[in-house]
């Protein structure tokens, strides 16, 4: 499966919403994340991220981002449709420790 990692909090780009073609991306107020048990790994989407948050799990170091997506795909609505991205997103864009700072 594919995840969204730390950039995406306050970046919240939404490109990626617009190309998955199995519509498993699913909205919090900062950030989005991926339904894993959904996902078909098709990778589409790695690439139209701005913020580049978007990784595949197979990737070290990922596990706390693995929980974070299946746990709240599950509680957050799925979003089907881009909308525009915040107006400062690019105040955001590879701060650290946004997730310390900002989840939600
Ligand atoms: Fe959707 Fe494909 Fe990205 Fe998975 S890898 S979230 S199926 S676009
Ligand atoms: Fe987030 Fe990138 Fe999508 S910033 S909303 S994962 S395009």
Do not use: Q
């Not at 995406?8 to 519509?23: A, G, L, Q, S």
């Not at 989005?32 to 959904?38: C, G, S």
């Not at 701005?50 to 509680?75: H, M, Q």
């Not at 609505?77 to 420790?97: L, V």
């Amino acid at each position: 499966t594919y995840i969204v990692t730390d950039n995406c909090i306050k970046c919240k780009y939404m490109d990626c919403v617009e190309v998955c073609p199995v519509d498993c991306f699913y909205e919090g107020e900062n950030m989005l994340v991926i339904h894993p048990d959904e996902c078909i790994d098709c990778g589409v989407c790695e690439p139209e991220c701005p913020a580049e948050a978007i990784k595949p799990d197979t990737e070290s170091g990922l596990d706390k981002w693995l929980e974070i997506n299946t746990k709240y795909a599950s509680v957050w609505p799925n979003i089907t449709e881009k909308r525009d991205a915040p107006s400062d997103a690019k105040d955001f864009d590879g701060m650290e420790g946004k997730f310390e700072k900002f989840f939600s």
